[in-house]
Protein backbone atom coordinates (compact mmCIF):
# COMPACT_ATOMS: atom_id res chain seq x y z
CA UNK A 1 0.00 0.00 0.00
CA UNK A 2 2.92 2.16 1.11
CA UNK A 3 4.65 1.61 -2.28
CA UNK A 4 1.16 2.31 -4.16
CA UNK A 5 0.49 5.70 -1.96
CA UNK A 6 3.78 6.41 -3.43
CA UNK A 7 3.54 6.10 -7.13
CA UNK A 8 0.03 7.94 -6.86
CA UNK A 9 1.99 10.93 -5.75
CA UNK A 10 4.23 10.21 -8.16
CA UNK A 11 1.53 10.30 -11.03
CA UNK A 12 -0.02 13.50 -9.54
CA UNK A 13 2.96 15.15 -9.51
CA UNK A 14 4.04 14.50 -12.95
CA UNK A 15 0.33 15.36 -14.16
CA UNK A 16 0.58 18.75 -12.42
CA UNK A 17 3.73 19.47 -14.61
CA UNK A 18 2.33 18.48 -17.79
CA UNK A 19 -1.22 19.67 -17.51
CA UNK A 20 -0.30 23.68 -16.57
CA UNK A 21 1.52 24.75 -19.29
CA UNK A 22 -1.36 23.61 -22.21
CA UNK A 23 -3.48 25.69 -19.43
CA UNK A 24 -1.54 28.37 -19.61
CA UNK A 25 -1.23 28.57 -23.07
CA UNK A 26 -4.81 27.69 -24.39
CA UNK A 27 -7.53 28.80 -21.49
CA UNK A 28 -9.14 32.04 -20.65
CA UNK A 29 -7.37 33.43 -16.72
CA UNK A 30 -8.80 32.64 -13.71
CA UNK A 31 -10.23 35.79 -13.64
CA UNK A 32 -11.72 35.43 -17.19
CA UNK A 33 -12.71 31.62 -16.90
CA UNK A 34 -14.93 32.48 -13.88
CA UNK A 35 -17.06 35.35 -16.27
CA UNK A 36 -18.24 32.24 -18.33
CA UNK A 37 -20.58 31.05 -15.83
CA UNK A 38 -21.82 34.76 -15.05
CA UNK A 39 -23.65 36.39 -18.05
CA UNK A 40 -24.32 39.54 -17.58
CA UNK A 41 -27.92 41.05 -19.11
CA UNK A 42 -27.83 42.57 -22.45
CA UNK A 43 -30.28 45.46 -21.32
CA UNK A 44 -29.65 45.73 -17.55
CA UNK A 45 -33.06 45.51 -16.62
CA UNK A 46 -35.76 43.43 -16.57
CA UNK A 47 -37.05 40.86 -19.78
CA UNK A 48 -33.57 41.47 -21.84
CA UNK A 49 -34.55 39.03 -23.97
CA UNK A 50 -37.58 41.17 -25.51
CA UNK A 51 -34.75 43.77 -26.35
CA UNK A 52 -32.48 43.30 -29.70
CA UNK A 53 -28.72 43.20 -29.04
CA UNK A 54 -26.66 46.22 -29.25
CA UNK A 55 -23.49 46.07 -30.98
CA UNK A 56 -21.43 48.43 -28.77
CA UNK A 57 -22.30 47.55 -25.41
CA UNK A 58 -22.43 43.87 -26.06
CA UNK A 59 -19.91 43.11 -28.19
CA UNK A 60 -17.04 46.11 -27.57
CA UNK A 61 -17.92 47.45 -23.79
CA UNK A 62 -17.80 43.45 -23.16
CA UNK A 63 -17.25 40.13 -24.58
CA UNK A 64 -19.90 38.48 -26.30
CA UNK A 65 -20.53 34.50 -27.68
CA UNK A 66 -21.64 33.67 -30.91
CA UNK A 67 -25.23 33.38 -29.58
CA UNK A 68 -25.38 36.65 -28.27
CA UNK A 69 -23.82 37.69 -31.47
CA UNK A 70 -26.90 36.37 -33.37
CA UNK A 71 -29.13 38.22 -30.65
CA UNK A 72 -27.59 41.49 -31.88
CA UNK A 73 -27.93 40.74 -35.73
CA UNK A 74 -31.44 38.26 -35.22
CA UNK A 75 -30.05 36.51 -38.70
CA UNK A 76 -27.76 33.65 -39.21
CA UNK A 77 -25.80 34.87 -42.56
CA UNK A 78 -24.75 37.91 -40.99
CA UNK A 79 -24.06 36.24 -37.80
CA UNK A 80 -22.08 33.78 -39.55
CA UNK A 81 -20.40 36.65 -41.57
CA UNK A 82 -19.44 38.54 -38.69
CA UNK A 83 -18.19 36.54 -35.46
CA UNK A 84 -14.97 35.11 -37.28
CA UNK A 85 -13.80 38.40 -38.05
CA UNK A 86 -14.87 39.37 -34.22
CA UNK A 87 -12.83 37.02 -32.85
CA UNK A 88 -10.14 38.56 -35.02
CA UNK A 89 -10.76 42.28 -33.42
CA UNK A 90 -10.04 40.60 -30.03
CA UNK A 91 -7.17 38.55 -31.01
CA UNK A 92 -5.66 42.32 -32.30
CA UNK A 93 -6.37 44.51 -29.71
CA UNK A 94 -6.90 42.48 -26.19
CA UNK A 95 -4.16 41.01 -25.85
CA UNK A 96 -4.03 37.64 -23.75
CA UNK A 97 -7.69 37.12 -25.46
CA UNK A 98 -8.38 34.81 -27.77
CA UNK A 99 -5.04 34.59 -28.78
CA UNK A 100 -5.56 31.45 -31.29
CA UNK A 101 -7.15 34.10 -33.02
CA UNK A 102 -5.05 36.98 -33.15
CA UNK A 103 -4.02 38.30 -36.35
CA UNK A 104 -2.09 41.57 -37.27
CA UNK A 105 -4.15 44.46 -38.75
CA UNK A 106 -3.11 47.64 -39.87
CA UNK A 107 -6.33 49.28 -41.25
CA UNK A 108 -8.04 50.20 -38.03
CA UNK A 109 -6.81 51.96 -34.62
CA UNK A 110 -8.80 50.35 -31.74
CA UNK A 111 -11.36 47.79 -30.98
CA UNK A 112 -14.24 49.76 -31.50
CA UNK A 113 -13.44 50.81 -35.20
CA UNK A 114 -12.75 47.36 -35.84
CA UNK A 115 -15.33 45.64 -34.78
CA UNK A 116 -17.92 48.21 -36.19
CA UNK A 117 -16.77 47.82 -39.97
CA UNK A 118 -17.57 44.44 -39.74
CA UNK A 119 -21.28 44.38 -40.31
CA UNK A 120 -21.11 46.63 -42.75
CA UNK A 121 -20.97 44.86 -46.51
CA UNK A 122 -20.16 48.16 -48.39
CA UNK A 123 -16.73 48.69 -46.76
CA UNK A 124 -14.98 48.21 -48.08
CA UNK A 125 -16.87 49.53 -51.37
CA UNK A 126 -17.41 46.25 -53.56
CA UNK A 127 -19.15 48.43 -56.23
CA UNK A 128 -17.73 49.96 -59.95
CA UNK A 129 -17.52 53.38 -58.22
CA UNK A 130 -17.96 54.46 -62.22
CA UNK A 131 -21.33 52.94 -62.22
CA UNK A 132 -23.02 53.03 -58.64
CA UNK A 133 -25.33 55.74 -57.28
CA UNK A 134 -25.23 53.57 -53.38
CA UNK A 135 -24.53 50.99 -51.65
CA UNK A 136 -27.28 49.29 -49.54
CA UNK A 137 -25.45 47.03 -46.26
CA UNK A 138 -27.68 43.06 -46.38
CA UNK A 139 -27.81 40.30 -44.24
CA UNK A 140 -24.28 39.21 -44.99
CA UNK A 141 -24.56 40.63 -48.29
CA UNK A 142 -24.72 44.02 -49.86
CA UNK A 143 -26.73 45.23 -53.09
CA UNK A 144 -24.92 47.80 -55.21
CA UNK A 145 -27.81 50.76 -56.99
CA UNK A 146 -26.92 51.16 -60.13
CA UNK A 147 -26.84 54.81 -62.43
CA UNK A 148 -28.88 54.60 -65.16
CA UNK A 149 -26.75 53.09 -68.40
CA UNK A 150 -24.86 50.54 -65.78
CA UNK A 151 -26.46 46.86 -64.83
CA UNK A 152 -24.49 43.61 -63.00
CA UNK A 153 -24.40 42.76 -59.28
CA UNK A 154 -21.64 45.33 -59.20
CA UNK A 155 -22.78 48.11 -61.46
CA UNK A 156 -19.43 46.94 -63.68
CA UNK A 157 -21.20 46.05 -66.87
CA UNK A 158 -22.37 49.21 -69.14
CA UNK A 159 -25.80 49.11 -70.86
CA UNK A 160 -25.23 49.44 -74.91
CA UNK A 161 -28.47 51.29 -75.21
CA UNK A 162 -27.59 51.82 -79.13
CA UNK A 163 -28.48 47.53 -79.25
CA UNK A 164 -31.77 47.69 -77.19
CA UNK A 165 -34.58 46.05 -79.14
CA UNK A 166 -37.12 47.66 -77.76
CA UNK A 167 -35.51 51.32 -78.43
CA UNK A 168 -33.74 50.40 -82.01
CA UNK A 169 -30.59 52.64 -82.78
CA UNK A 170 -31.12 54.30 -79.42
CA UNK A 171 -33.60 56.33 -81.09
CA UNK A 172 -31.10 57.81 -83.43
CA UNK A 173 -32.61 58.66 -87.17
CA UNK A 174 -28.60 58.08 -88.56
CA UNK A 175 -25.82 57.06 -86.29
CA UNK A 176 -25.83 55.64 -82.53
CA UNK A 177 -22.45 55.82 -80.64
CA UNK A 178 -22.56 54.24 -77.06
CA UNK A 179 -20.18 55.07 -74.45
CA UNK A 180 -20.10 54.19 -70.52
CA UNK A 181 -22.87 54.88 -68.93
CA UNK A 182 -24.64 56.32 -72.14
CA UNK A 183 -25.30 57.52 -75.46
CA UNK A 184 -25.32 60.08 -78.10
CA UNK A 185 -26.90 60.60 -81.49
CA UNK A 186 -24.75 61.68 -84.54
CA UNK A 187 -25.13 62.46 -88.45
CA UNK A 188 -23.26 61.51 -91.31
CA UNK A 189 -21.45 63.96 -93.11
CA UNK A 190 -23.81 66.67 -95.00
CA UNK A 191 -26.50 66.43 -92.25
CA UNK A 192 -26.56 68.25 -88.64
CA UNK A 193 -28.43 67.10 -85.66
CA UNK A 194 -31.39 68.43 -84.94
CA UNK A 195 -32.39 70.02 -81.28
CA UNK A 196 -33.98 67.03 -80.05
CA UNK A 197 -30.73 65.16 -80.25
CA UNK A 198 -32.03 62.36 -81.85
CA UNK A 199 -33.27 63.36 -85.85
CA UNK A 200 -30.51 64.53 -88.75
CA UNK A 201 -31.28 67.21 -90.83
CA UNK A 202 -29.57 67.65 -94.54
CA UNK A 203 -27.35 70.88 -95.29
CA UNK A 204 -27.83 72.85 -98.25
CA UNK A 205 -24.81 73.64 -99.06
CA UNK A 206 -25.42 75.28 -102.17
CA UNK A 207 -27.67 77.70 -99.60
CA UNK A 208 -24.86 77.77 -96.89
CA UNK A 209 -22.28 78.53 -99.21
CA UNK A 210 -23.10 80.17 -102.71
CA UNK A 211 -20.30 80.32 -104.50
CA UNK A 212 -19.24 76.74 -104.00
CA UNK A 213 -19.50 75.56 -107.71
CA UNK A 214 -18.03 78.72 -109.08
CA UNK A 215 -19.66 79.42 -112.25
CA UNK A 216 -21.16 75.82 -112.78
CA UNK A 217 -25.19 75.28 -111.38
CA UNK A 218 -24.91 73.82 -107.63
CA UNK A 219 -27.60 71.03 -106.87
CA UNK A 220 -28.05 69.90 -103.61
CA UNK A 221 -28.32 66.31 -102.92
CA UNK A 222 -28.92 64.38 -99.67
CA UNK A 223 -25.93 64.69 -97.65
CA UNK A 224 -23.69 66.22 -100.23
CA UNK A 225 -24.07 68.07 -103.34
CA UNK A 226 -22.81 68.42 -106.84
CA UNK A 227 -22.03 70.76 -109.50
CA UNK A 228 -23.26 70.69 -112.98
CA UNK A 229 -22.30 71.85 -115.93
CA UNK A 230 -24.50 71.69 -119.64
CA UNK A 231 -23.98 68.41 -122.07
CA UNK A 232 -20.75 68.97 -123.80
CA UNK A 233 -19.30 70.22 -120.81
CA UNK A 234 -16.93 69.26 -117.14
CA UNK A 235 -16.77 70.73 -114.29
CA UNK A 236 -13.39 71.44 -113.39
CA UNK A 237 -12.94 71.58 -109.58
CA UNK A 238 -10.07 73.75 -109.38
CA UNK A 239 -10.85 76.69 -111.28
CA UNK A 240 -15.01 76.30 -110.18
CA UNK A 241 -16.09 76.73 -113.90
CA UNK A 242 -17.01 74.58 -116.67
CA UNK A 243 -15.00 73.11 -119.19
CA UNK A 244 -15.63 72.02 -123.04
CA UNK A 245 -15.27 67.94 -122.96
CA UNK A 246 -12.83 67.57 -126.01
CA UNK A 247 -14.64 64.36 -127.17
CA UNK A 248 -11.78 62.95 -129.89
CA UNK A 249 -9.28 62.75 -126.95
CA UNK A 250 -12.22 60.81 -124.79
CA UNK A 251 -12.07 58.21 -127.33
CA UNK A 252 -15.68 58.32 -128.16
CA UNK A 253 -15.65 57.29 -131.75
CA UNK A 254 -14.29 54.48 -132.64
CA UNK A 255 -12.44 55.84 -135.93
CA UNK A 256 -13.50 59.47 -137.20
CA UNK A 257 -13.91 62.25 -134.88
CA UNK A 258 -14.60 65.83 -134.14
CA UNK A 259 -14.68 67.48 -131.16
CA UNK A 260 -18.04 69.71 -130.89
CA UNK A 261 -18.19 73.57 -129.14
CA UNK A 262 -20.94 72.32 -126.55
CA UNK A 263 -24.74 72.86 -126.54
CA UNK A 264 -27.00 75.72 -126.51
CA UNK A 265 -30.49 77.02 -127.39
CA UNK A 266 -31.09 79.58 -129.68
CA UNK A 267 -34.77 81.15 -130.61
CA UNK A 268 -36.14 82.31 -133.57
CA UNK A 269 -39.29 84.22 -134.31
CA UNK A 270 -40.84 83.19 -137.43
CA UNK A 271 -43.62 83.69 -139.45
CA UNK A 272 -45.23 80.31 -140.93
CA UNK A 273 -48.08 81.81 -142.23
CA UNK A 274 -48.75 81.95 -146.39
CA UNK A 275 -49.17 85.69 -147.10
CA UNK A 276 -51.26 84.92 -150.30
CA UNK A 277 -53.69 82.64 -147.62
CA UNK A 278 -53.89 83.79 -144.51
CA UNK A 279 -56.15 80.44 -142.93
CA UNK A 280 -52.70 78.29 -144.42
CA UNK A 281 -49.24 78.00 -143.06
CA UNK A 282 -46.23 75.82 -143.85
CA UNK A 283 -43.16 74.40 -142.33
CA UNK A 284 -40.26 73.34 -144.72
CA UNK A 285 -36.85 72.43 -142.83
CA UNK A 286 -33.77 71.21 -144.19
CA UNK A 287 -30.97 70.34 -141.31
CA UNK A 288 -27.41 69.29 -142.03
CA UNK A 289 -26.48 67.76 -138.52
CA UNK A 290 -23.19 65.85 -136.78
CA UNK A 291 -24.29 64.73 -133.41
CA UNK A 292 -21.72 64.17 -130.30
CA UNK A 293 -24.14 62.54 -128.16
CA UNK A 294 -27.20 60.13 -128.92
CA UNK A 295 -29.83 62.27 -127.24
CA UNK A 296 -31.45 66.09 -127.82
CA UNK A 297 -33.85 68.44 -129.27
CA UNK A 298 -32.80 69.56 -132.66
CA UNK A 299 -36.11 71.63 -133.62
CA UNK A 300 -39.02 72.50 -131.89
CA UNK A 301 -42.33 74.67 -131.80
CA UNK A 302 -42.96 75.92 -128.38
CA UNK A 303 -46.40 77.72 -127.74
CA UNK A 304 -46.83 78.92 -123.79
CA UNK A 305 -45.86 76.01 -121.89
CA UNK A 306 -46.71 73.54 -124.21
CA UNK A 307 -44.39 72.14 -127.75
CA UNK A 308 -46.74 71.43 -130.37
CA UNK A 309 -44.13 70.31 -132.49
CA UNK A 310 -40.53 68.77 -131.65
CA UNK A 311 -38.07 66.92 -134.12
CA UNK A 312 -35.57 65.41 -131.66
CA UNK A 313 -32.31 62.69 -131.30
CA UNK A 314 -33.05 59.82 -129.67
CA UNK A 315 -30.27 56.59 -128.89
CA UNK A 316 -31.06 53.74 -130.82
CA UNK A 317 -31.45 50.35 -130.25
CA UNK A 318 -28.76 49.97 -132.28
CA UNK A 319 -25.22 50.21 -130.83
CA UNK A 320 -23.91 52.83 -134.15
CA UNK A 321 -27.08 54.66 -134.68
CA UNK A 322 -29.66 57.09 -133.43
CA UNK A 323 -33.12 57.20 -134.38
CA UNK A 324 -35.05 60.19 -134.93
CA UNK A 325 -37.96 60.90 -132.75
CA UNK A 326 -41.14 63.41 -134.20
CA UNK A 327 -43.51 64.17 -131.53
CA UNK A 328 -46.76 66.38 -131.11
CA UNK A 329 -47.46 67.36 -127.42
CA UNK A 330 -46.31 64.43 -125.08
CA UNK A 331 -47.29 61.50 -128.02
CA UNK A 332 -44.56 60.15 -130.76
CA UNK A 333 -45.61 60.29 -134.06
CA UNK A 334 -43.12 58.45 -135.10
CA UNK A 335 -39.49 57.42 -134.68
CA UNK A 336 -37.28 57.05 -137.06
CA UNK A 337 -33.35 54.86 -137.31
CA UNK A 338 -31.37 57.20 -139.03
CA UNK A 339 -28.39 58.44 -137.85
CA UNK A 340 -24.72 57.42 -137.59
CA UNK A 341 -22.99 59.03 -134.40
CA UNK A 342 -19.22 59.01 -135.62
CA UNK A 343 -19.47 59.82 -138.78
CA UNK A 344 -17.38 61.75 -140.50
CA UNK A 345 -20.12 63.00 -142.73
CA UNK A 346 -23.17 65.08 -142.26
CA UNK A 347 -26.67 63.98 -142.24
CA UNK A 348 -29.30 65.40 -144.11
CA UNK A 349 -33.03 65.44 -142.57
CA UNK A 350 -35.84 66.98 -144.49
CA UNK A 351 -39.10 67.40 -143.43
CA UNK A 352 -42.37 69.32 -144.40
CA UNK A 353 -45.33 69.74 -142.25
CA UNK A 354 -48.76 71.75 -142.19
CA UNK A 355 -51.95 71.05 -141.55
CA UNK A 356 -52.85 68.12 -143.84
CA UNK A 357 -49.90 66.01 -142.85
CA UNK A 358 -46.17 65.47 -142.22
CA UNK A 359 -43.56 64.26 -144.19
CA UNK A 360 -40.43 63.23 -143.33
CA UNK A 361 -36.88 62.27 -144.99
CA UNK A 362 -33.50 60.66 -143.67
CA UNK A 363 -30.27 59.02 -145.25
CA UNK A 364 -31.57 55.56 -144.38
CA UNK A 365 -35.70 56.04 -144.52
CA UNK A 366 -38.50 58.26 -145.55
CA UNK A 367 -42.18 58.39 -144.72
CA UNK A 368 -45.59 60.35 -144.55
CA UNK A 369 -48.10 60.82 -141.99
CA UNK A 370 -51.47 61.96 -142.53
CA UNK A 371 -53.49 63.90 -140.40
CA UNK A 372 -56.50 61.61 -141.45
CA UNK A 373 -54.15 59.05 -139.08
CA UNK A 374 -53.50 61.40 -136.41
CA UNK A 375 -56.29 63.62 -136.83
CA UNK A 376 -56.45 65.07 -133.00
CA UNK A 377 -52.52 65.33 -132.48
CA UNK A 378 -52.89 67.61 -136.00
CA UNK A 379 -55.42 69.41 -134.51
CA UNK A 380 -53.59 70.55 -131.79
CA UNK A 381 -50.49 71.40 -133.76
CA UNK A 382 -53.17 73.44 -135.75
CA UNK A 383 -54.57 75.47 -133.10
CA UNK A 384 -51.16 76.03 -131.60
CA UNK A 385 -50.17 77.87 -135.05
CA UNK A 386 -53.06 80.14 -135.10
CA UNK A 387 -51.74 81.51 -131.93
CA UNK A 388 -48.38 82.75 -131.09
CA UNK A 389 -45.31 79.99 -131.76
CA UNK A 390 -41.39 80.33 -130.87
CA UNK A 391 -39.06 78.49 -132.91
CA UNK A 392 -36.07 77.10 -130.95
CA UNK A 393 -32.98 74.63 -132.20
CA UNK A 394 -31.03 72.42 -129.93
CA UNK A 395 -32.95 72.21 -126.53
CA UNK A 396 -36.10 73.97 -125.03
CA UNK A 397 -36.89 76.55 -122.74
CA UNK A 398 -38.25 75.49 -119.23
CA UNK A 399 -41.65 73.73 -119.60
CA UNK A 400 -43.08 70.80 -117.50
CA UNK A 401 -41.77 67.44 -117.86
CA UNK A 402 -45.29 65.57 -118.79
CA UNK A 403 -45.34 67.87 -122.04
CA UNK A 404 -42.88 66.12 -123.70
CA UNK A 405 -40.59 62.79 -124.23
CA UNK A 406 -37.55 64.23 -125.11
CA UNK A 407 -35.91 67.93 -123.11
CA UNK A 408 -32.18 67.78 -123.47
CA UNK A 409 -29.69 70.06 -125.19
CA UNK A 410 -28.71 68.74 -128.82
CA UNK A 411 -24.53 68.37 -128.39
CA UNK A 412 -23.31 69.13 -132.08
CA UNK A 413 -23.56 70.92 -134.49
CA UNK A 414 -26.25 71.93 -137.40
CA UNK A 415 -27.15 73.95 -140.22
CA UNK A 416 -31.02 74.72 -140.48
CA UNK A 417 -32.92 76.25 -143.54
CA UNK A 418 -36.64 77.03 -142.90
CA UNK A 419 -38.66 77.52 -145.40
CA UNK A 420 -36.24 78.81 -147.97
CA UNK A 421 -34.07 81.30 -145.26
CA UNK A 422 -31.00 79.89 -143.87
CA UNK A 423 -31.00 80.23 -140.27
CA UNK A 424 -28.00 82.39 -138.37
CA UNK A 425 -27.24 82.16 -134.80
CA UNK A 426 -26.55 85.46 -135.12
CA UNK A 427 -29.99 87.09 -135.75
CA UNK A 428 -31.19 84.69 -133.37
CA UNK A 429 -33.66 86.52 -130.58
CA UNK A 430 -31.89 84.66 -128.00
CA UNK A 431 -29.16 81.91 -128.00
CA UNK A 432 -27.12 80.54 -125.10
CA UNK A 433 -23.03 81.80 -124.76
CA UNK A 434 -22.38 77.92 -125.18
CA UNK A 435 -23.36 77.80 -128.64
CA UNK A 436 -19.88 78.93 -130.24
CA UNK A 437 -20.20 77.61 -133.77
CA UNK A 438 -22.20 78.20 -136.62
CA UNK A 439 -21.95 75.02 -139.20
CA UNK A 440 -20.05 71.66 -138.78
CA UNK A 441 -16.24 71.75 -138.79
CA UNK A 442 -14.08 69.02 -140.77
CA UNK A 443 -14.00 66.00 -139.05
CA UNK A 444 -10.15 64.68 -137.97
CA UNK A 445 -9.19 60.88 -138.04
CA UNK A 446 -7.81 59.78 -134.70
CA UNK A 447 -4.57 58.96 -134.37
CA UNK A 448 -3.73 55.58 -132.42
CA UNK A 449 -0.77 55.83 -129.49
Known amino acids: ????????????????????????????????????LV????????????????????????????????????????????????LGCLGSFRAGLFTTARQSSNA??????????????????????????????????????????????????????????FNINGGCTQICVNKPGSY??????????????????????????????GTAVCKNLPGDFECECAEGYRYNPTSKSCEDVDECSDNVCAQLCVNYPGSGVAQFDIDYYDVSNPEAWQINVTLNIRPSTGTGV???????????????????????????????????????????????????????????????????????????DLQRQFDTLDKAMKGTVATYLGGLPVVPLDVTPVDAFYNGCMEVNVNGVQLDLDEATFKHNDIRAHSCPSALENKSP
Not at 48 to 63: D, P, S, T, V, Y
Not at 128 to 157: A, L, M, P
Open 39 to 86: RKRRANAWAEEAHQGNLERECIEELCNKEEAREIFENNPETEFFYPRY
Open 1 to 36: MRVLGGCCRALLVCLVVVVFPIAEANFLSKQHASQV
Open 184 to 213: HCSCKTGFVLLSNKKDCKDVDECSVKPGIC
Open 108 to 165: YTDLRSCVNAIPNQCEPLPCNEDGYVSCKDGRGTFTCICKSGWQGEKCESDINECKNP
Open 298 to 372: MFALVSGGTVPFALSLVDSSSEKLQDILVSVGNMVLARIEALSLCSSQQSHLEFRINRKGLELSTPLEGGTISSE
